[in-house]
């Protein structure tokens, strides 16, 4: 196979409207602009604002509480979010995958339970994918799960309640529900829907690691095997596990600098309801990850440093960056709107994450040549503090969402080499 | 240019000869981009961007980017465009001038005015690029018959700039194929080199460089007078012609460095066209200067050029 053609995208009117309303709410927020402010910048209220302001679940159906838009309208969203070095870590996972992947899959019960939560800002996910021994060789989960009924296992209610055909009936608009609402984890049991009373059909046992946010999810999709004898990609499944649990244990796993945003989930005969068809787990994930890797969470996590680069020493090195952030960014919106096509660039998506991330990390070397500072995370000086996250988070760059020597197998593949 | 695939094919059909330029004019291809008032073959950049690309896969010697500029300058100037191939000489002495002792024409910019001027007219020094492509340096003797001219030599160096980015992803492109292709038909150790995972990965570098100049540069098409994307375009495709070659050659072994592999045509051309109208720290500098609000400055593009830009 050559190299594919991609175009990059032309973002609609609309788009640039929505970029003006997102650049005036960011002007006047209040928070400190943080390095990798997506994955370690957590803030429940936050994302609430978020939600409520419509940006989040913002390509959602509107009868499930989203927003009906295009992915573009979603990319500049997020991508201004981003820039801003917002704190959009708690509502990440949610918005950028579990969202699409549970309209997808999941059964129309779901679908109402989660989304417009989601869309709220008040329904965080974690992804439980990485095991101890189960890493770039995702195949191998050893996460058990197991039927706790002989019945089919749909987890969609069809006796206690009657369910009503899709679309469901919409969700009461933000101006008919009481601001305080209580999320999913604050109901009381009789409060929950039947799906998650019995556990909706089976048990999970396994450990997952470097599960990010789900000391704050609400909900975890874990990839599990469902079939024991099946070969490796056929027996696995996706499951949806609602946070806190009976027989889920989540423990914090400190990063470099102490901190705490991913986790153990260790899952100990924990009820779970199927995401999606059972086995189909692998081809679903496969789909999840286009959408993971491409966005332009992928060459962002360190613009806080670009902007400072470029406003105290502009220059060839700041001029450096700024083109190859120019050409890393269409590249992301051309595979964004090939998605939107409903294409799955699974190369492209591979080639965005591997010279995004890359670029990340080259930011780290010219902020520090050019800004004059050594990185201290307590330091007065934001661009110390800056430079302090950034370099901690660096490792992590190229290795979440799939490590860049697998992204590289992955695009070598295509290109049908030998 | 109605049918694109029509264009692409003849185009491609056409610069795999030997010999392309005699075919080039028969078939008019010579003249796209080009308006037909002017004298051209109509069409837009756009559509000369298909030439230009399939003039770098095949790494043909022809200066097909030098008469498309000098016509579009004619053009804007409301001259008429000469036959034959033409190049632009921007000043009244300039250095490697691109083709210049083989012009049928020369265009010479003079501050805002534009002459034609026949190849008797000025004094050429002969140079050759590694592609051994000529860039002479010209000297005008004599008056010039000039008329007021909208497009500054300025213009012509972000236009310049933007058609080599063009022609180097088309020779990023092929090289990339015939890399792609020698490492599944080249076997060592019992099995094609391809197989190995260090080639493997070097093969996913190269890919990875060129998809994204290759996308950047169809960006800044769109945009063509916009400066910051046009530098963004001519920055990465530069910087990626580097990293292509160095990788191409390295997967090749020893037989891409000889005369009579398809390599060397491309690589050599991506070694000289990655400095021509300003290699990556030219237009970095540029970018630098440009973009001290960077997020506005990254993400204005892809909309209309900026106020004030030559439409041409
Ligand atoms: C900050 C961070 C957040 C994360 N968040 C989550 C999360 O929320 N949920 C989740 O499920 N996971 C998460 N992960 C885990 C992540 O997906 C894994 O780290 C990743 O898939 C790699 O697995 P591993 O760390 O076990 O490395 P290994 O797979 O053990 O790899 C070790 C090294 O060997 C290389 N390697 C392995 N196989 C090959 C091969 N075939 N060819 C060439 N090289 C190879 C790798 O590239 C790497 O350099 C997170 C990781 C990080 C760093």
């Not at chain 1, 706790?148 to 309640?161: C, V």
């Not at chain 1, 201290?376 to 661009?383: L, N, T």
């Not at chain 2, 190269?206 to 950047?216: H, K, R, S, W, Y």
């Given at each position: 196979?050559?190299?594919?053609?991609?175009?990059?995208?032309?973002?609609?009117?609309?788009?640039?409207?929505?970029?003006?309303?997102?650049?005036?709410?960011?002007?006047?927020?209040?928070?400190?602009?943080?390095?990798?402010?997506?994955l370690t910048?957590a803030?429940p209220?936050?994302?609430?604002?978020?939600?409520?302001?419509?940006?989040?679940?913002?390509?959602?159906?509107?009868?499930?509480?989203?927003?009906?838009?295009?992915?573009?309208?979603?990319?500049?969203?997020?991508?201004?979010?981003?820039?801003?070095?917002?704190?959009?870590a708690a509502h990440w996972i949610a918005?950028r995958q579990m969202?699409?992947s549970l309209?997808?899959?999941?059964?129309?019960?779901?679908?109402?339970?989660f989304?417009?939560?989601?869309?709220?800002?008040?329904c965080f996910f974690a992804i439980g994918m990485s095991e101890p021994d189960a890493g770039?060789?995702l195949?191998s989960v050893r996460t058990r799960a197991e039927?706790?009924?002989?019945?089919?296992?749909?987890?969609?209610?069809?006796?206690?309640?009657?369910?009503?055909?899709?679309?469901?009936?919409?969700?009461?608009?933000?101006?008919?529900?009481?601001?305080?609402?209580?999320?999913r984890a604050?109901?009381?049991?009789?409060?929950?829907?039947?799906?998650e009373?019995?556990g909706g059909?089976w048990r999970l046992t396994g450990t997952k690691v470097w599960t990010s946010g789900a000391h704050l999810a609400h909900a975890i999709v874990v990839l599990a095997r469902s079939?024991?004898?099946?070969?490796?990609?056929?027996?696995l499944s996706q499951f949806v596990v609602e946070l806190p649990s009976d027989g889920v244990t989540v423990r914090p796993i400190r990063g470099?600098?102490?901190e705490h945003h991913f986790n153990e989930v260790v899952f100990d005969g924990a009820p779970a309801e199927l995401l999606?068809?059972?086995?189909?787990g692998?081809?679903q994930v496969?789909?999840e990850?286009?959408?993971e890797?491409?966005?332009?969470?992928?060459?962002?996590?360190?613009?806080?440093?670009?902007?400072?680069?470029?406003?105290?020493?502009?220059?060839?090195?700041?001029?450096?960056?700024?083109?190859?952030?120019?050409?890393?960014?269409?590249?992301?919106?051309?595979?964004?709107?090939?998605?939107?096509?409903?294409?799955?660039?699974?190369?492209?998506?591979?080639?965005?994450?591997?010279?995004?991330?890359?670029?990340?990390?080259?930011?780290?070397?010219?902020?520090?040549?050019?800004?004059?500072?050594?990185?201290?995370?307590?330091?007065?000086?934001?661009?110390?503090?800056?430079?302090?996250?950034?370099?901690?988070?660096?490792?992590g760059?190229?290795l979440r969402g799939?490590?860049?020597?697998?992204?590289?197998?992955?695009?070598?593949?295509?290109?049908?080499?030998? | 240019?109605?049918?694109?695939?029509?264009?692409?094919?003849?185009?491609?059909?056409?610069?795999?000869?030997?010999?392309?330029?005699?075919?080039?004019?028969?078939?008019?291809?010579?003249?796209?981009?080009?308006?037909?008032?002017?004298?051209?073959?109509?069409?837009?950049?756009?559509?000369?961007?298909?030439?230009?690309?399939?003039?770098?896969?095949?790494?043909?010697?022809?200066?097909?980017?030098?008469?498309?500029?000098?016509?579009?300058?004619?053009?804007?100037?409301?001259?008429?465009?000469?036959?034959?191939?033409?190049?632009?000489?921007?000043?009244?002495?300039?250095?490697?001038?691109?083709?210049?002792?083989?012009?049928?024409?020369?265009?010479?910019?003079?501050?805002?005015?534009?002459?034609?001027?026949?190849?008797?007219?000025?004094?050429?020094?002969?140079?050759?690029?590694?592609?051994?492509?000529?860039?002479?340096?010209?000297?005008?003797?004599?008056?010039?018959?000039?008329?007021?001219?909208?497009?500054?030599?300025?213009?012509?160096?972000?236009?310049?700039?933007?058609?080599?980015?063009?022609?180097?992803?088309?020779?990023?492109?092929?090289?990339?194929?015939?890399?792609?292709?020698?490492?599944?038909?080249?076997?060592?150790?019992?099995?094609?080199?391809?197989?190995?995972?260090?080639?493997?990965?070097?093969?996913?570098?190269?890919?990875?460089?060129?998809?994204?100049?290759?996308?950047?540069?169809?960006?800044?098409?769109?945009?063509?007078?916009?400066?910051?994307?046009?530098?963004?375009?001519?920055?990465?495709?530069?910087?990626?012609?580097?990293?292509?070659?160095?990788?191409?050659?390295?997967?090749?072994?020893?037989?891409?460095?000889?005369?009579?592999?398809?390599?060397?045509?491309?690589?050599?051309?991506?070694?000289?066209?990655?400095?021509?109208?300003?290699?990556?720290?030219?237009?970095?500098?540029?970018?630098?200067?440009?973009?001290?609000?960077?997020?506005?400055?990254?993400?204005?593009?892809?909309?209309?050029?900026?106020?004030?830009?030559?439409?041409?």
């Amino acid at each position: 196979m050559a190299l594919p053609e991609l175009e990059p995208a032309v973002l609609p009117p609309e788009a640039e409207r929505l970029r003006e309303e997102v650049r005036g709410f960011l002007a006047a927020a209040r928070f400190e602009p943080r390095c990798d402010s997506w994955l370690t910048g957590a803030d429940p209220a936050f994302s609430r604002e978020l939600g409520a302001r419509g940006w989040l679940g913002i390509t959602l159906p509107v009868e499930y509480g989203g927003h009906g838009r295009s992915a573009l309208e979603r990319f500049v969203v997020i991508e201004e979010l981003l820039a801003a070095g917002a704190p959009v870590a708690a509502h990440w996972i949610a918005d950028r995958q579990m969202g699409p992947s549970l309209l997808a899959h999941g059964t129309p019960e779901q679908k109402r339970r989660f989304l417009p939560a989601i869309a709220r800002g008040e329904c965080f996910f974690a992804i439980g994918m990485s095991e101890p021994d189960a890493g770039s060789d995702l195949a191998s989960v050893r996460t058990r799960a197991e039927r706790t009924r002989a019945e089919p296992t749909r987890a969609e209610p069809t006796r206690a309640e009657p369910t009503p055909a899709e679309p469901t009936p919409a969700e009461p608009t933000r101006a008919e529900r009481t601001p305080a609402e209580p999320t999913r984890a604050e109901r009381t049991p009789a409060e929950r829907t039947r799906a998650e009373r019995d556990g909706g059909g089976w048990r999970l046992t396994g450990t997952k690691v470097w599960t990010s946010g789900a000391h704050l999810a609400h909900a975890i999709v874990v990839l599990a095997r469902s079939t024991p004898s099946a070969t490796r990609h056929d027996g696995l499944s996706q499951f949806v596990v609602e946070l806190p649990s009976d027989g889920v244990t989540v423990r914090p796993i400190r990063g470099l600098s102490g901190e705490h945003h991913f986790n153990e989930v260790v899952f100990d005969g924990a009820p779970a309801e199927l995401l999606g068809a059972e086995g189909a787990g692998w081809r679903q994930v496969t789909a999840e990850l286009a959408y993971e890797r491409s966005g332009p969470e992928r060459f962002l996590s360190t613009f806080a440093l670009v902007r400072l680069v470029c406003s105290v020493a502009p220059g060839a090195a700041s001029g450096r960056l700024l083109g190859r952030l120019w050409a890393l960014r269409q590249a992301s919106l051309a595979v964004a709107g090939a998605l939107a096509e409903g294409r799955a660039p699974e190369l492209e998506a591979a080639l965005v994450k591997d010279l995004g991330t890359r670029f990340e990390r080259e930011v780290i070397d010219v902020a520090r040549d050019r800004l004059g500072v050594e990185p201290d995370p307590v330091s007065p000086d934001p661009a110390a503090r800056l430079l302090a996250q950034a370099v901690v988070q660096a490792p992590g760059f190229t290795l979440r969402g799939g490590t860049n020597e697998i992204l590289r197998g992955i695009v070598a593949r295509a290109l049908e080499v030998g | 240019m109605a049918d694109d695939r029509l264009l692409r094919e003849t185009a491609d059909a056409v610069l795999a000869l030997d010999e392309p330029w005699p075919a080039l004019v028969e078939a008019g291809l010579a003249g796209v981009g080009v308006p037909e008032e002017a004298g051209g073959s109509g069409g837009d950049l756009a559509d000369a961007a298909v030439l230009l690309r399939a003039q770098g896969y095949h790494g043909a010697a022809v200066p097909l980017a030098e008469t498309l500029l000098a016509g579009r300058l004619l053009a804007a100037a409301a001259l008429p465009v000469p036959p034959g191939p033409l190049t632009v000489v921007p000043g009244r002495s300039a250095r490697r001038v691109p083709w210049a002792r083989r012009a049928h024409r020369l265009v010479v910019l003079d501050g805002d005015r534009v002459a034609v001027v026949a190849p008797d007219d000025v004094e050429t020094v002969p140079g050759t690029n590694v592609a051994g492509e000529p860039r002479d340096d010209v000297t005008v003797r004599g008056e010039l018959a000039a008329v007021p001219c909208p497009v500054t030599a300025g213009d012509v160096a972000l236009r310049g700039a933007l058609l080599r980015s063009v022609q180097l992803t088309g020779a990023m492109r092929r090289a990339l194929e015939l890399t792609v292709r020698h490492a599944g038909e080249r076997e060592q150790f019992g099995r094609p080199v391809g197989r190995f995972q260090a080639v493997r990965q070097q093969l996913a570098e190269l890919a990875g460089e060129a998809a994204v100049a290759d996308v950047a540069v169809r960006a800044a098409l769109r945009t063509p007078g916009d400066v910051f994307a046009v530098a963004a375009a001519k920055l990465n495709a530069s910087r990626a012609a580097g990293a292509v070659a160095d990788l191409a050659h390295q997967v090749h072994g020893a037989i891409g460095v000889t005369s009579e592999h398809p390599l060397g045509a491309l690589t050599t051309r991506l070694w000289a066209w990655r400095d021509e109208f300003g290699g990556e720290a030219h237009w970095a500098r540029r970018l630098g200067e440009l973009g001290r609000v960077p997020w506005e400055e990254v993400t204005r593009t892809g909309g209309p050029p900026p106020e004030g830009a030559t439409v041409w």
